[in-house]
């Protein structure tokens, strides 16, 4: 499949550390919702990063479903990711 071809896929993660025991899929999508995902998340200035292997594993869950233990390494990664963008942006 050529690279035109793919659909952009987009998932949205939600984590509240006090009352949540993991992140949860809250939005996700391909093409034009994907699209619109991403968009809302831009506008609310929430941090963006792309992995298409992760993106492809928790597309496989349902929204409201909180991530599996086996990936909680590979999320760990993206909230770190976003703290370091939140540190770097309060300095």
Do not use: C, W
């Not at 499949?1 to 006090?18: D, F, G, H, P, W």
């Not at 999508?29 to 968009?39: C, D, P, S």
């Not at 999320?75 to 963008?85: D, G, K, P």
């Amino acid at each position: 499949m050529s690279e035109t071809n793919k659909r952009q896929q987009a998932i949205a993660l939600k984590y509240q550390s006090e009352i949540q025991d993991a992140p949860k899929v809250i939005a996700k999508g391909k093409g034009l919702t994907a699209e619109n995902i991403i968009e809302v998340a831009k506008e609310k200035n929430i941090p963006i990063q792309e992995d298409h292997n992760l993106v492809e594993l928790l597309s496989q869950l349902e929204i409201n479903e909180t991530i599996p233990e086996e990936l909680y390494e590979a999320v760990a990664e993206v909230f770190a990711f976003i703290y370091r963008l939140d540190r770097n942006i309060a300095n």
